[in-house]
């Protein structure tokens, strides 16, 4: 790329001139205004992007939000664990430049992604019931949000997402063996065991809970009792979608896209449902168990551990891909231009230091593995 060699000099030249130009037209309105501010400035060059401190603040702003708002941290702590993880978040900002860069040279990619972004900005219109992007945009100005924010996020994500998946995910995925995939199966075994199942379901909605549970109950006691499951479920399942019952289609059986019985892998599903289910053979039903919603009641159509290819292929893919995509990063990383701003070098430099030095390690230590004879 243009600037992978380019000159310590240069580089200071390119970074003041990005600053000024950027910035020169808020910045001579808040001189006149007499009012300080603090300029937005590069804090570091990945290959031909620049990561802005605007950026790095957003992120800040984001992980700030996660620690006070979904873990219970104080807003002391919260800064100071902010202030405590700047080199790692910087860190993986430089990541998501990478893995970004990486989409714009994928053919196509940028267009799909646009495409899918636009389906969730139309999906959640419709699921709001607006009818027009002008009038989600006037929502959303008026909840002091940009929907070209928003925009920008989508891509961001769903990006980094398709690049990971076509890049590290399919390749584990489609390039596992048919002798890995039977020695991962025989050593795992109980990971595997699965089953197809009937529901009845029954809300909490404007009902107490003691009187869903009792409900629940001689239910169970009817459908051991002789009573025909899918029959019950057509009376009682309470499930819709769209306005409609679903036990009226299929008598409570849980089904995939293509209205066949779903196998669900027992280890997968929630803890409360395995646990009911796990000892229960074909036929067999469970207790009322309970879930966000109401109540489930269960019953086993089929059960079964042996060899499902795409289950186990899928089980070891997810297995190993968190180590390859790091291993993916990590090559990305080596392969970049990446150059501190002056002002943010004590922080991020020891770490891309440290990276380098493994980076080294690892490769030097794969260079001394003995190699498969042909």
Known sequence: MAFKNISARAWSFLLAVFAVVLLAAPAAKAQEEGVAVVLDEPVVQVNNDVILLST????????????????????????????????????????????????????????????????????????????????????????????????????????????????????????????????????????????????????????????????????????????????????????????????????????????????????????NISAGIKDLKAGGVSEPVKVDEGYLILRVNERDDAFKENQVRGALAQERIPKEREAYLRTLRSEAYIKPAQNYKDVIQPLIEKDKAETASKQEAQSKKPKDKK
Do not use: H
């Open 56 to 271: 790095l603040k957003r992120e800040n702003r984001e992980f700030r939000e996660v620690l006070v708002k979904q873990r219970g941290v104080s807003e002391q702590d919260a800064d100071a664990q902010v202030a405590q993880k700047q080199a790692e978040i910087i860190f993986s900002l430089i990541n998501e430049s990478l893995v970004m860069q990486k989409g714009k040279d994928i053919p196509r990619m940028s267009d799909d992604i646009e495409a899918e972004v636009n389906r969730e900005i139309l999906r959640v219109a419709n699921r709001e019931g607006i009818k027009t992007i002008e009038d989600l945009e006037a929502a959303m100005r008026a909840e002091g949000v940009l929907l070209s924010d928003i925009r920008e996020t989508l891509r961001r994500q769903y990006t980094q997402q398709a690049v990971l998946q076509r890049e590290v995910d399919a390749k584990i995925y489609y390039g596992l063996t048919d002798a890995e995939l039977r020695k991962y199966y025989d050593a795992n075994r109980a990971k595997f065991q699965s089953v197809t199942l009937s529901e009845i379901f029954l809300s909490l909605a404007g009902r107490s809970e003691a009187e869903v549970q009792a409900k629940a109950k001689n239910l169970v006691g009817l459908a051991r009792g002789g009573s025909e499951f899918g029959e019950l479920a057509v009376k009682n399942s309470e499930r819709e979608r769209g306005g409609v019952r679903l036990a009226e289609k299929n008598k409570g059986r849980l089904e995939d896209e293509d209205g066949k019985p779903k196998w669900f892998l027992i280890a997968e599903l929630q803890t």
